[in-house]
Nanobody
Framework: QVQLVESGGGLVQAGGSLRLSCAAS????????MGWFRQHPGQEREFVAA????????YYADSVKGRFTISRDNAKNTVYLQINSLKAEDTAVYFC?????????????????WGQGTQVTVSS
């Protein structure tokens, strides 16, 4: 069993920045690919970014490419999402997830464990 806890969400003005964190605990059994997803009310969960188990490879959704950066510190069992140049459409609940794979994955069904989500709200 793996537990994931997101933090760092909040209310930020458009153009501002946030850094989300996801701390993993429990029986992690080494590293796995990690991802960030977001969800708007009434919509399905949307892929945002993913990072391989080693941290050597990353992948981003087109909507966030160039503004968001995913990173990880395996010694701390923590994954981060740096969000810059925030836009109103970035407002959503952001979830981190742990995949069964070492490789980057972009669909929710390829992730085994999920955090509770953290709210990001962008004012304009």
């Amino acid at each position: 069993q793996v537990q994931l806890v997101e933090s760092g969400g909040g209310l930020v003005q458009a153009g501002g920045s946030l850094r989300l964190s996801c701390a993993a605990s429990g029986r992690t059994f080494g590293t796995r690919a990690m991802g960030w997803f977001r969800q708007h009310p009434g919509q399905e969960r949307e892929f945002v970014a993913a990072i391989s188990g080693t941290g050597g490879n990353t992948y981003y959704a087109d909507s966030v490419k160039g503004r968001f950066t995913i990173s990880r510190d395996n010694a701390k069992n923590t994954v981060y999402l740096q969000i810059n140049s925030l836009k109103a459409e970035d407002t959503a609940v952001y979830f981190c997830a742990r995949s069964y794979s070492l490789l980057v994955k972009i669909t929710a069904r390829e992730y085994e464990y999920w955090g509770q989500g953290t709210q990001v709200t962008v004012s304009s």
